[in-house]
């Protein structure tokens, strides 16, 4: 038990990690997370161990190499993120609006790519790496729609939800309503929930098994997304599509031809 205790404060430690706060105290740590300071003391020199955390001058820790490695491991997956970058280049390209591409990891949204629009007034929009709460977004919509019923439940029934604007959802049995439009339509939209004067349409990505992996979406100025709201959701929906498609094709088996020719070789001598 004593172990897994240790585990589950692992993700809460590190989620302390960010560009704005690069750098944490044993202190402040156990301060912020709430855990003894032997305890933080603890986890945090394990993690140093396996190189998620460095430990610099003064006592101070930063996130460690090792992520890096464990990064360049996941590009080399079939990775949602590979598929999805030449298809948010040829949206932003068409259409000039700010773009993302977000997971839903842990309960929060995590936005894994971001391309910037190309108008005069574009949407800065969230960050690569930050994590949103998911009901006041279009992505976080999009991604709490293909939950199975007892998971949605724990992710919208602990907690109230927190009203971000005077438009955000914060009713259980409202949120699962417009959840079942979503699941109808095939998309969601964001009005000004998350920040005011800011809408946003969100797609799914689906995988080979037909599962919601990811979801597409553009950020845009509310006064210029009610003038283009339908063209902007169709491009979405179609953006979406396409990075289904290619999800799926990257992770179909290649056929011999289609294989370099000393792993079609390799293949021949074993046979």
């Not at 930063?62 to 280049?89: F, K, M, N, Q, Y």
């Not at 991604?143 to 259980?172: K, N, Y």
């Not at 080979?208 to 553009?218: F, L, T």
Request: charge should be positive.
């Amino acid at each position: 038990m004593a172990n897994l205790q240790t585990i589950q404060k692992i993700g809460p430690i590190l989620d302390l990690f960010t560009a704005e706060c690069p750098e944490w105290g044993v202190r402040e740590v156990a301060a912020t997370v709430g855990i003894p300071r032997s305890t933080a003391h603890s986890v945090m020199a394990s993690l140093v161990e396996t190189g998620l955390l460095q430990c610099r001058a003064r006592g101070r820790y930063r996130i460690g190499w090792r992520v890096v490695e464990l990064s360049e491991a996941l590009r080399g997956t079939i990775d949602v993120r590979s598929c999805a970058a030449p298809h948010l280049d040829r949206l932003v390209e068409t259409h000039g609006e700010t773009c993302h591409l977000a997971v839903l990891e842990r309960g929060r949204i995590l936005y894994v790519d971001k391309l910037l629009g190309t108008h005069n007034i574009s949407v800065r929009g969230a960050n690569v790496g930050a994590r949103l709460e998911a009901h006041s977004t279009a992505v976080g919509k999009v991604l709490l729609a293909q939950l199975e019923h007892a998971e949605l439940s724990r992710m919208i029934d602990g907690a109230p939800l927190r009203r971000h604007t005077a438009t955000t959802v914060t009713d259980p049995t409202a949120l699962r309503a417009t959840l079942r439009q979503v699941r109808g339509t095939g998309y969601a939209v964001d009005l000004g929930e998350t920040i005011p004067e800011v809408h946003c349409v969100a797609a799914p990505v689906r995988d080979e098994m037909g599962s919601v992996v990811a979801a597409v979406s553009v950020s845009v100025p509310a006064s210029r997304f009610r003038a283009r709201r339908a063209e902007l959701t169709r491009a979405v929906v179609e953006t979406a599509r396409g990075v289904s498609r290619d999800l799926v094709d990257a992770a179909a088996p290649q056929p011999a031809s289609a294989l370099p020719a000393a792993v079609v070789g390799l293949e021949r001598t074993a046979s």
